[in-house]
């Protein structure tokens, strides 16, 4: 289950604001990236009086020394100033002027000051000039800019210029210059990691070759979000939890942990982790007084993101409808606010609710058009609903976002809708009995085109059906090619086919589908001579000419029913009719596992008896499925389900007893990203036909393959 893309752009794609409003979020930024650290003490040393310096320059230079050495930096440099006032060329004021600027993150300034008097510098300081500056070009680079096409040029430039430096350090002649190696390389990969180039945050991670415990807590956060979006999540929960260990008071590496833990399918740890969370962020927060204004009380922005968390860390648990309460609930208190609008909508999606989920992304694009996660999930929502055109649009205006975890998936789904398909279904019987061939084969193969005009495929279609009967064998054959269009409503096929048996008849299908809304939807379908038509009739040179509807209900994704009717017309004068009603429900659901009911109620008319095929005049069958799905594998673009169902029944067959029949299922279910997915099971049945028990084992083999 992947979610880290989620905690690593929604702490990077902020509200775009210029960069000429940001000074005032200096002093916040540095808080947040740690730089050298000056000794609380021997920062400088007391200037002596001398015939050179007057008492007030002397007493302005203590005064500024004993200000840096306690880390006041604002108010060292103003008195550095005074003395530059009074002596232009005063060597130490000159000198440390710059360091002040440097420490206060003025980086441009106090290069340009330092190259107006290079040589006050040695060959060190000079480093350590670079590498402050190259840390402050990293903290510009976070800024969002209003031209998201130039968001990583600071970020590159520091990488750049830290690279630089590196290469330029000799350790040999130079040993005590190892702490600021280190150092420079600790904001190197802060660096890769802000421009997501993740492979070689690890690179330079393990060049360190320091225990975890001797590197600084901001580097291991920069590591561990490394790892989360190359896929280990294993390691970026150590990483994390030893980060939090040191600086236990950052609210975002708590958040990380969550999704670290989620994507490591650690998800009962992680439902856990969040709900305590979210108890532990207060609702309100305390605005710090300075002693003339008394304190503000202001809604926790934090406390937010953890109530959204806990509601969404519900849906990765399958409890779909406790999310959807409370993340309805969250907006109906935060109606302005368009992460929780983006998760509702994600939900509503997760629950086959696509054209909700719609309303919800252009509510909020209205009012946020820039925001990233609503983009990305409303682009991903058009191809669910076939709107191609509209989807493309926006693909293409995301590709900027290419680094972005789920800017990848957004394309990869777009690639396999535009890609070539092939479907394939095998199945196999063998029965103890012949009413219905003895051992039977059926192969069916259909090859769709790449979308032509966004809504159209071109396919081509083989099907095989061959099996043994007293009479002989019989074997049917169809070679047919049609046209598909889909759009949000609508799927409509037409397809032309050649079919081979005792005689050869060209023949056409006809079928469509009409989605009303999230819900209901309808289908029907023509087809002459029809794939319905028994295998044995076909043996005798007898088809028939099929009509069916169907109505459907989906509540959700743990609840269907639906109603069918098929008629028949055989070349014999025979006519059929058929109704079938289905309903299934979802029981007991967890995390890995569901246990689903669901029942079938099956009856049939015939016009005439004793045809060569089985041919009830009347017939009812009813049967209880009961079964369960288990998610047995799951890693990012792999998943593997197992499922079990027992269908215990009773059939009715007019003129006999109605007596129990029953089917043992076992299947296994992979997809392998969007391109694979692969199905296969086998059964064990027991049926009766004209009041003879047949006892018999079938087995199946589907796969789906997209290809560009």
Same mark, same amino acid.
């Given at each position: 289950?992947?979610?880290?893309?989620?905690?690593?752009?929604? @702490?990077?794609?902020?509200?775009? *604001? %210029?960069?000429?409003?940001?000074?005032?979020?200096?002093?916040?930024?540095?808080? &947040?990236?740690?730089?050298?650290?000056?000794?609380?003490?021997?920062?400088?040393?007391?200037?002596?009086?001398?015939?050179?310096?007057?008492?007030?320059? %002397?007493?302005?230079?203590?005064?500024?020394?004993?200000?840096?050495?306690?880390? @006041?930096?604002?108010?060292?440099?103003?008195?550095?100033?005074?003395?530059?006032?009074?002596?232009?060329?005063?060597?130490?004021?000159?000198?440390?002027?710059?360091?002040?600027?440097?420490?206060?993150?003025?980086?441009?300034?106090?290069?340009?000051?330092?190259?107006?008097?290079?040589?006050?510098?040695?060959?060190?300081?000079?480093?350590?000039?670079?590498?402050?500056?190259?840390?402050?070009?990293?903290?510009?680079?976070?800024? +969002?800019?209003?031209?998201?096409?130039?968001?990583?040029?600071?970020?590159?430039?520091?990488?750049?210029?830290?690279?630089?430096?590196?290469?330029?350090?000799?350790?040999?002649?130079?040993?005590?210059?190892?702490?600021?190696?280190?150092?420079?390389?600790?904001?190197?990969?802060?660096?890769?990691?802000?421009?997501?180039?993740?492979?070689?945050?690890?690179?330079?991670?393990?060049?360190?070759?320091?225990?975890?415990?001797?590197?600084?807590?901001?580097?291991?956060?920069?590591?561990?979000?490394?790892?989360?979006?190359?896929?280990?999540?294993?390691?970026?929960?150590?990483?994390?939890?030893?980060?939090?260990?040191?600086? +236990?008071?950052?609210?975002?590496?708590? *958040?990380?942990?969550?999704?670290?833990?989620?994507?490591?399918?650690?998800?009962?740890?992680?439902?856990?982790?969040?709900?305590?969370?979210?108890?532990?962020?207060?609702?309100?927060?305390?605005?710090?007084?300075?002693?003339?204004?008394?304190?503000?009380?202001?809604?926790?922005?934090?406390?937010?993101?953890?109530?959204?968390?806990?509601?969404?860390?519900?849906?990765?648990?399958?409890?779909?409808?406790?999310?959807?309460?409370?993340?309805?609930?969250?907006?109906?208190?935060? +109606?302005?606010?368009?992460? *929780?609008?983006?998760?509702?909508?994600?939900?509503?999606?997760?629950?086959?609710?696509?054209?909700?989920?719609?309303?919800?992304?252009?509510?909020?694009?209205?009012?946020?058009?820039?925001?990233?996660?609503?983009?990305?999930?409303?682009?991903?929502?058009?191809?669910?609903?076939?709107?191609?055109?509209?989807?493309?649009?926006?693909?293409?205006?995301?590709?900027?976002?290419?680094?972005?975890?789920?800017?990848?998936?957004?394309?990869?789904?777009?690639?396999?809708?535009?890609?070539?398909?092939?479907?394939?279904?095998?199945?196999?019987?063998?029965?103890?009995?012949?009413?219905?061939?003895?051992?039977?084969?059926?192969?069916?193969?259909?090859?769709?085109?790449?979308?032509?005009?966004?809504?159209?495929?071109?396919?081509? @279609?083989?099907?095989?059906?061959?099996?043994?009967?007293?009479?002989?064998?019989?074997?049917?054959?169809?070679?047919?090619?049609?046209?598909?269009?889909?759009?949000?409503?609508?799927?409509?096929?037409?397809?032309?086919?050649?079919?081979?048996?005792?005689?050869?008849?060209?023949?056409?299908?006809?079928?469509?589908?009409?989605?009303?809304?999230?819900?209901?939807?309808?289908?029907?379908?023509?087809?002459?001579?029809?794939?319905? %038509?028994?295998?044995?009739?076909?043996?005798?040179?007898?088809?028939?000419?099929?009509?069916?509807?169907?109505?459907?209900?989906?509540?959700?994704?743990?609840?269907?029913?639906?109603?069918?009717?098929?008629?028949?017309?055989?070349?014999?004068?025979?006519?059929?009719?058929? *109704?079938?009603?289905?309903?299934?429900?979802?029981?007991?659901?967890?995390?890995?596992?569901?246990?689903?009911?669901?029942?079938?109620?099956?009856?049939?008319?015939?016009?005439?008896?004793?045809?060569?095929?089985? &041919?009830?005049?009347?017939?009812?069958?009813?049967?209880?499925?009961?079964?369960?799905?288990?998610?047995?594998?799951?890693?990012?673009?792999?998943?593997?389900?197992?499922?079990?169902?027992?269908?215990?029944?009773?059939?009715?067959?007019?003129?006999? %007893?109605?007596?129990?029949?029953?089917?043992?299922?076992?299947? @296994?279910?992979?997809?392998?990203?969007?391109?694979?997915?692969?199905?296969?099971?086998?059964?064990?049945?027991?049926?009766?036909?004209?009041?003879?028990?047949?006892?018999?084992?079938?087995?199946?083999?589907?796969?789906?393959?997209?290809?560009?």
């Amino acid at each position: 289950m992947e979610t880290s893309t989620l905690y690593l752009t929604r @702490h990077s794609e902020s509200i775009v *604001i %210029t960069r000429y409003f940001t000074l005032i979020l200096f002093a916040f930024l540095l808080l &947040n990236f740690p730089m050298a650290k000056a000794s609380a003490s021997g920062f400088c040393k007391s200037e002596k009086a001398t015939r050179y310096l007057t008492d007030k320059v %002397t007493t302005l230079l203590d005064s500024a020394c004993s200000e840096a050495n306690n880390k @006041h930096w604002l108010t060292a440099l103003s008195h550095y100033q005074q003395v530059l006032l009074i002596i232009p060329d005063n060597q130490t004021a000159l000198r440390n002027q710059v360091v002040m600027l440097s420490k206060l993150g003025a980086t441009r300034i106090s290069l340009w000051l330092a190259q107006q008097n290079p040589q006050l510098f040695s060959s060190r300081q000079w480093l350590l000039l670079k590498s402050s500056h190259a840390v402050s070009v990293i903290r510009w680079g976070k800024i +969002p800019l209003h031209d998201e096409s130039h968001r990583f040029t600071e970020t590159e430039t520091a990488i750049k210029q830290l690279e630089k430096l590196l290469t330029q350090l000799d350790l040999k002649k130079q040993p005590d210059n190892k702490w600021l190696k280190k150092r420079i390389r600790f904001d190197l990969i802060v660096a890769l990691r802000d421009r997501w180039k993740m492979s070689q945050v690890l690179q330079n991670y393990k060049g360190l070759k320091l225990a975890d415990k001797h590197v600084p807590a901001y580097v291991l956060a920069a590591v561990a979000d490394a790892y989360l979006y190359l896929h280990q999540p294993e390691q970026a929960v150590q990483l994390y939890r030893i980060a939090l260990q040191q600086a +236990p008071e950052k609210f975002n590496w708590k *958040i990380a942990l969550f999704y670290a833990l989620v994507e490591a399918e650690q998800l009962e740890q992680a439902i856990a982790y969040i709900d305590k969370l979210n108890k532990q962020e207060p609702s309100q927060r305390k605005t710090r007084s300075d002693g003339k204004h008394p304190l503000r009380i202001k809604p926790n922005p934090h406390k937010t993101e953890t109530e959204i968390l806990s509601a969404i860390a519900k849906a990765y648990a399958n409890d779909y409808s406790l999310a959807q309460n409370k993340l309805e609930n969250l907006l109906k208190q935060a +109606p302005a606010n368009q992460d *929780i609008r983006n998760e509702l909508a994600t939900v509503y999606a997760w629950r086959g609710w696509f054209r909700q989920a719609e309303q919800l992304y252009q509510a909020g694009l209205a009012v946020e058009p820039k925001h990233l996660q609503l983009r990305l999930g409303h682009a991903q929502n058009l191809i669910a609903i076939n709107r191609y055109q509209q989807a493309e649009k926006s693909i293409i205006k995301l590709s900027k976002f290419s680094f972005d975890r789920q800017a990848q998936r957004l394309l990869d789904s777009w690639h396999s809708v535009n890609a070539y398909e092939f479907r394939q279904q095998t199945f196999a019987q063998n029965s103890s009995g012949s009413t219905k061939g003895s051992l039977s084969i059926t192969s069916d193969s259909v090859l769709f085109s790449h979308p032509l005009a966004y809504h159209y495929r071109l396919f081509a @279609h083989y099907r095989h059906s061959q099996s043994n009967f007293p009479e002989g064998n019989s074997t049917a054959q169809r070679e047919g090619m049609g046209l598909e269009y889909q759009d949000t409503n609508w799927l409509l096929s037409t397809e032309l086919h050649q079919n081979q048996f005792i005689s050869n008849q060209t023949g056409v299908k006809l079928n469509g589908r009409y989605q009303f809304d999230d819900h209901w939807s309808i289908a029907a379908e023509f087809d002459t001579p029809s794939e319905q %038509t028994p295998l044995r009739a076909l043996g005798s040179n007898i088809f028939a000419r099929s009509l069916s509807a169907e109505i459907n209900y989906r509540a959700n994704e743990n609840r269907q029913l639906s109603i069918s009717s098929h008629y028949l017309d055989f070349t014999d004068g025979n006519k059929r009719q058929e *109704i079938l009603l289905s309903g299934k429900q979802n029981w007991l659901l967890s995390s890995y596992w569901k246990l689903f009911l669901g029942s079938e109620l099956f009856y049939s008319h015939n016009k005439s008896v004793n045809a060569i095929y089985f &041919n009830p005049l009347q017939d009812v069958s009813a049967t209880i499925k009961l079964g369960t799905h288990i998610l047995s594998y799951r890693d990012y673009n792999t998943t593997f389900y197992q499922h079990i169902s027992l269908n215990p029944g009773m059939y009715w067959q007019q003129n006999y %007893t109605a007596t129990m029949t029953g089917t043992l299922k076992y299947e @296994h279910q992979w997809q392998f990203g969007k391109y694979l997915e692969l199905n296969y099971g086998i059964a064990g049945f027991t049926q009766v036909y004209d009041g003879g028990r047949e006892n018999g084992i079938s087995g199946f083999l589907n796969f789906n393959v997209r290809f560009l």
